[in-house]
């Protein structure tokens, strides 16, 4: 059996423009049905625009189950709603199929994004649609480096981020929350105080040390070790903006569910010792799902088959490896087939 690898946009931070498109399945869970608006969305999205489309697609544990039965992570389910210290929730707003299209503009994002919609709407309720984009050198809304921390390389970005055996290896376990900030309130802070509450320096996102990086940080409740391991995860948030609304669309891979559950659990404080993460103060999730996506090769067997003349899997991500090494020529046969 020939290994699966990761739906290749996963790890393609070259876009500057985010789109991310949150839906539910309306009607029954019926496997032929949604397979094929999956993979004719999909192809869609790839076809609509004249060049090489950077998507990935992610499901949640009750549709995934119903797509791929053999390939489901053991430890994947629906994420389940928070009660933190001081009143933060973290709302469960689970969905079962995730669309995250990365452009080089608007343009494109949308193109796509009311291309695939039309083959989705009859099946699938849209319940969140939300654009994203870098901001300035990858900082937060909040002026901070977001992504210092990430692992760089492609053995620690798939140590951290990719399912290394049983059901659904080579995909990546993934969360989602929208988070709303306060900017008034955090910009209330002076720096050293905003410093203190991220444990990073603003300029040069140098982590604070020693006495200086506060138990409560949010460096210090998410750099955690259990049983001797790193938790590490592979993050892609993006910041999203209006005058009336604004945050960040979190979005972090994983090899194991637990990974992202241990570090949710420190900033709600609901890890046992009593301290929460000062940023859940000054910033608030109002969505959140627990989502798998499926390398290419499972991606492209759970929607192939039933894709009725359309381009097979519609996978958006299937380049070179896949095409060459694991599924027929055809999943990779135009330019919009294959990643940048
Ligand atoms: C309002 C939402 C959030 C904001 C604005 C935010 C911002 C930041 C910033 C500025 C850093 C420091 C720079 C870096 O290493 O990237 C950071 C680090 C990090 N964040 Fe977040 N973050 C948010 C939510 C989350 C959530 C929900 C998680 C996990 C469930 C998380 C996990 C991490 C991790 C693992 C690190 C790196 C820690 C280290 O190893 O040094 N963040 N975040």
Not at 16 to 30: A, M, P, W
Not at 56 to 76: E, M, Q
Not at 245 to 263: I, K, N
Request: charge should be negative.
């Amino acid at each position: 059996m020939i290994a699966d690898i990761p739906q290749r946009a996963v790890f393609d931070e070259s876009a500057r423009y985010h789109r991310f498109l949150e839906y539910r399945v309306t009607g029954e869970i019926e496997r032929d049905r949604l397979a094929r608006a999956v993979a004719s969305a999909l192809h869609a999205a790839r076809s609509s625009v004249g060049r090489p489309a950077r998507i990935v697609v992610a499901f949640g544990r009750r549709l995934w189950s119903v797509l791929a039965p053999d390939a489901v992570p053991s430890d994947l389910r629906d994420f389940r709603i928070i009660r933190g210290i001081g009143g933060h929730v973290a709302p469960a707003t689970q969905c079962d199929l995730w669309i995250w299209l990365q452009g080089s503009g608007e343009d494109e994002n949308v193109a796509r994004t009311l291309a695939l919609h039309v083959a989705l709407r009859d099946e699938f309720t849209l319940q969140l649609e939300q654009p994203g984009f870098t901001y300035f050198e990858s900082r937060d809304l909040i002026d901070f480096e977001d992504g210092t921390a990430n692992p760089k390389d492609d053995a620690a970005r798939t140590e951290a981020a990719v399912v290394p055996g049983g059901p659904g290896a080579g995909g990546c376990i993934v969360l989602i929350q929208r988070w709303v900030h306060d900017l008034d309130k955090f910009k209330a802070l002076d720096v050293a105080r905003q410093e203190a509450v991220i444990g990073r320096t603003k300029a040069g996102s140098i982590e604070l040390e020693g006495d200086a990086l506060a138990l409560d940080s949010h460096v210090a409740r998410t750099d955690v070790e259990k049983d001797g391991v790193a938790m590490k995860i592979y993050r892609r948030s993006a910041p999203y903006a209006t005058i009336a609304r604004h945050g960040l669309y979190f979005l972090a891979f994983a090899r194991a569910l637990e990974r992202h559950q241990v570090q949710l659990d420190r900033m709600y404080g609901v890890s046992g010792d009593g301290l929460h993460d000062r940023l859940i103060e000054f910033s608030r999730a109002d969505t959140g799902s627990y989502l798998f996506a499926p390398g290419e090769r499972a991606l492209a067997q759970a929607v192939d088959s039933e894709a009725s003349g359309s381009d097979p899997a519609g996978s958006g991500a299937c380049g070179p490896e896949v095409s060459g090494s694991v599924v027929s020529g055809s999943a990779a046969s135009g330019p919009e087939a294959t990643g940048p």
